[in-house]
């Protein structure tokens, strides 16, 4: 049972250039996020999905884009990339209903535009 | 604007002591709190909250909610130097088009000094 998975762990990306993240889960969870976090400060929401097909905006979407074409994956795409989206980011999933509301976290991504 | 306010945002403390983190918080529609731990990557779970006056209690670490006065601690008995980490504190909506969002706190980062 691998949990939530990122991939890759590390990318440099130069101003301009667009990429994407992959997050897979294999808890059969309906809910999955995207996050990303600054150095010292907390984390902040880009996206989110309540199940496949079903997406919409955090409070920092800007500069991002999200699709969710089956349960397992939800890929976080950066079009022309910006030094401000320099960051740690962290895909996590949770259970929809009845049963516990926590989420559960992928390793991360730690991205450098420069 | 949903807001979660962690303090001290840092501590340091010797083997041994006795650690009390802070977390205050305003979300609409309240309903959970949850603590996470995070070390070197991703965030791993600690408690959800979502009744007052109950203490919920793992090993060491305890933590209880105060919905009246919209905070809660998480109390760290006997720390021990793996307990040196960054605790994110984090408010979860209960209805909504934002009813799976949680708004994080910046963290408090904790060093336990032997």
């Known amino acids: 049972n691998a949990g939530v998975t990122q991939t890759p762990k590390f990318r440099i990306l130069k101003i301009g250039q667009s990429m994407t993240l992959q997050c897979a889960q294999d808890m059969n969870h309906n809910y999955m996020y995207w996050y990303r976090q600054d150095p010292g400060m907390g984390l902040k929401l880009i996206y989110y999905s309540v199940g496949a097909g079903i997406t919409d905006k955090g409070e920092v979407p800007n500069g991002y884009n999200v699709s969710r074409s089956t349960t397992e994956d939800f890929p976080l795409r950066l079009e022309l990339a910006a030094p401000s989206q320099t960051s740690v980011y962290f895909c996590?999933?949770?259970?929809?209903?009845?049963?516990?509301?926590?989420?559960?976290f992928g390793p991360g991504t730690r991205l450098t535009v420069t | 604007e949903d807001k979660v306010v962690q303090s001290p945002l840092s501590l340091v403390v010797h083997e041994g002591d006795t650690v009390t983190l802070n977390c205050s918080y305003e979300v609409t529609n309240f309903r959970s709190l949850l603590w996470y731990k995070q070390e070197k990557k991703a965030p791993t779970f600690l408690f959800m909250l979502?009744?007052?006056?109950i203490e919920k209690k793992s090993g060491r670490l305890s933590s209880i909610l105060d919905k009246k006065e919209l905070f809660s601690i998480l109390n760290i008995t006997a720390t021990q130097t793996g307990d040196s980490a960054i605790y994110l504190c984090?408010?979860?909506?209960?209805?909504?088009?934002?009813?799976?969002?949680?708004?994080f706190g910046k963290g408090t980062k904790l060093s336990v000094i032997p």
């Open positions: 979502t009744s007052s006056g």
């Open positions: 984090a408010g979860r909506e209960g209805s909504g088009a934002g009813s799976y969002q949680l708004t």
């Open positions: 996590a999933s949770s259970l929809l209903a009845g049963g516990p509301y926590e989420q559960y």
